[in-house]
């Protein structure tokens, strides 16, 4: 059995000598890319409806005349947990039930200390989002319940692991995995590290650290072998529609929310964007592993019920239609710019010639008028409307840059 260690980031981050490099720490991001985005097709203003909308509630104390090119956060991965429920306390980790104690735990493990000069280690080789949104926690797997937990460890305390499955979809990467019960705190513990170090760290390492030993290096940078400890994984082929509807955080997106999911919902199906209402489906160990590496599935490598059950990606992946699913998420930051959305296009073979492909487009100030108008742009075309542009984040870790519309944003 493995034996038991400390966090991996502060252990590692802890057991070095602190360094600051001011340079380092006002340079951007895309400087040290491997990979440099290349700058989207762009529209400056989203078209207007071709027909009617939901209305859009006055007295919201909306800010139109802020510029919000370059107000989104940056990060390497967004990390979205399935909450079965969307009345989130203002902040998740005051939640007494298991989603509160999977929060503390999962940043307790993923976010760096600060530097003994007292800066926060940020940006995209640091931050990992932590989202949530409405959707239960996947409970069945191809048709089967998860197999029950072993007798427990008694020398462990198990009132302080999660007791129930914690599905997680992570983004711009595009998986979808769920754990399911632990019957010990050892086990939790090298699950959760399997799934941070397998999806969740960046793929570079900070260049304040170029002189760590390469076996460190390794532990704070994405190594997908890790994945393999993960039984219940998939690869998300479809778009993802992540709207914010934290209203306990703040009324305004709260009340934007909803009414920016339903107009999605509906507006998706009639442009022929299939709407999606139930998560990914697992591969089996075999499917998952052979998707990892790249390599084309053959009959003879398939799992056991794989001639049975087919999953929803790869029905996607063969039709070649576009998918989408919507959801509300919890805080993403920019109350003031509601409602806020996060457009998460797969690198898949359905969108392998999108121009966003692997990226996640930030817009602000989106009004249900809006929606049609991102649909055909944005997830159909691949344009990035300039008037709602907030930010973006690229799958290889680098910046996606848009110019600046010259105007000020408009309202319908």
């Not at 207007?48 to 509630?57: K, L, M, Q, R, V």
């Not at 104390?61 to 079965?84: A, C, F, M, Q």
């Not at 359905?350 to 492909?357: E, G, S, Y």
Request: proline share 11%.
């Amino acid at each position: 059995m493995k034996t038991f260690t400390p966090p991996l980031r502060q252990r590692i981050i802890h057991g070095i000598k602190h360094r600051t490099y001011p340079s380092c720490q006002t340079r951007n991001f895309i400087d040290f890319a491997d990979h440099e985005a290349p700058t989207p097709p762009t529209v400056d203003l989203c078209p207007n409806p071709s027909c009617a909308c939901i209305g859009t509630p006055k007295g919201l104390d909306i800010d139109y005349t802020t510029k919000i090119n370059g107000l989104s956060p940056r990060y390497t991965e967004h990390v979205i947990v399935s909450t079965g429920h969307s009345d989130w306390p203002s902040k998740i980790e005051e939640n007494p039930d298991d989603v509160g104690l999977f929060h503390k735990d999962l940043a307790m493990m993923i976010r760096p200390p600060a530097r003994q000069s007292g800066t926060r280690r940020s940006g995209p080789y640091y931050n990992v989002g932590i989202l949530y949104d409405p959707v239960p926690p996947m409970t069945t797997f191809n048709n089967k319940s998860p197999p029950p937990p072993p007798p427990p460890n008694h020398s462990r305390n198990l009132t302080n692991i999660p007791k129930t499955p914690i599905s997680i979809y992570t983004f711009p990467s595009a998986h979808y995995i769920t754990i399911p019960p632990c019957p010990d705190f050892q086990t939790y513990y090298h699950t959760l590290n399997d799934y941070i170090r397998g999806y969740a760290l960046p793929k570079q390492i900070h260049p304040e650290y170029h002189d760590l030993a390469p076996e460190m290096v390794k532990l704070l940078t994405r190594d997908e072998k890790f994945r393999d400890g993960i039984p219940y994984r998939a690869k998300v082929h479809d778009a993802m529609v992540l709207i914010c509807g934290h209203g306990n955080r703040d009324s305004r997106c709260g009340i934007m929310g909803p009414l920016i999911q339903s107009e999605f919902e509906e507006k998706l199906p009639l442009l022929d964007v299939e709407l999606l209402t139930e998560p990914p489906r697992f591969h089996s160990t075999q499917e998952a592993a052979r998707e990892l590496h790249g390599a084309k599935m053959s009959s003879g490598a398939a799992g056991p019920n794989s001639s049975k059950v087919k999953t929803q990606n790869q029905r996607s992946e063969r039709v070649g239609k576009m998918r989408a699913r919507v959801g509300q998420i919890s805080h993403i930051g920019g109350h003031k710019f509601a409602g806020n959305i996060i457009v998460y296009i797969p690198h898949t073979e359905v969108w392998k010639n999108h121009p966003l492909a692997g990226k996640g487009i930030w817009y602000g100030r989106v009004e249900p008028w809006h929606v049609e108008g991102i649909i055909e742009e944005t997830i159909k075309k691949g344009n990035v409307i300039k008037e709602l542009y907030r930010g973006a984040v690229d799958q290889y870790g680098a910046d996606v840059w848009v110019p600046p519309i010259q105007m000020r944003a408009r309202k319908f």
